[in-house]
């Protein structure tokens, strides 16, 4: 696991996590390798699968790392995201009866924004912050993604990054309906997405842009899926 400060702002640190021996479940490790200009290694050791998106044992490993992580750095990060040099499972949903792997996940760590539909809490002292770190972002297997800003590819990179990062505020709305119940209507893919059905404008969340053939019907034009 790696680290490099973004030079545009204070709030992304990138880290490259490489893989140690297997270990049990409750021996998760992280151990800073060194520093290379602005990037820290370290290696980790333990079971990285992350199958699911609700098991709150998928956040130890992250919680390990970020530990390890403020013990040479200063609390001065909202973001931790992370990239691996091997290749682990990824979260995977069902959608329409189709299983999709994810690109990238979110994990939680802290929100004190109220209205947007999550619940407020603040776990960052199980990360080793102090109250800054808003959440980890793992973008999975290094090969796997084109990290040359010169490369076409590089756009897709960005997408996924981008998409994760707003999961720090969306999609969790629900609304009331006109006999008091909560709807989760306007919400997708593990009620953390936009619905296909709501018209989002085309959201990095997904949600779809959709055009009044003023018939009465609507036609869904391309959006993010």
Do not use: C
């Not at 702002?9 to 270990?23: D, N, P």
């Not at 609390?75 to 091997?86: M, R």
């Not at 189709?98 to 004190?112: C, I, M, S």
């Amino acid at each position: 696991m790696g680290t490099r400060k973004s030079v545009v702002m204070a709030m992304l640190a990138f880290m490259l996590l490489s893989f140690g021996s297997i270990a049990m479940a409750e021996d998760y490790k992280a151990v800073t390798v060194g520093n290379y200009d602005n990037v820290t290694v370290m290696e980790f050791t333990g079971n990285y699968d992350t199958p699911t998106i609700d098991n709150p044992y998928d956040a130890i490993p992250r919680q390990v790392i970020a530990r390890e992580f403020y013990k040479i750095h200063k609390d001065d990060y909202d973001f931790l995201v992370i990239f691996s040099n091997f290749d682990f499972q990824m979260p995977q949903t069902n959608i329409n009866g189709k299983v999709y792997t994810a690109g990238g996940f979110y994990q939680n760590v802290k929100n004190d924004t109220a209205g947007i539909g999550a619940d407020i809490l603040n776990n960052s002292f199980l990360y080793g912050s102090n109250g800054r770190l808003q959440g980890t972002i793992d973008m999975g297997y290094v090969n796997k993604k084109v990290l040359d800003s010169l490369d076409p590819g590089f756009v897709d990179t960005m997408t996924v990054l981008s998409h994760e990062l707003l999961h720090r505020w969306s999609a969790y709305v629900k609304f009331k309906k006109w006999d008091g119940s909560v709807s989760k209507d306007l919400l997708g893919a593990d009620d953390a997405h936009w619905s296909f059905l709501l018209d989002s404008q085309g959201s990095m969340q997904y949600g779809n842009p959709w055009l009044d053939n003023g018939n009465g019907t609507f036609t869904s034009l391309a959006g993010q899926r």
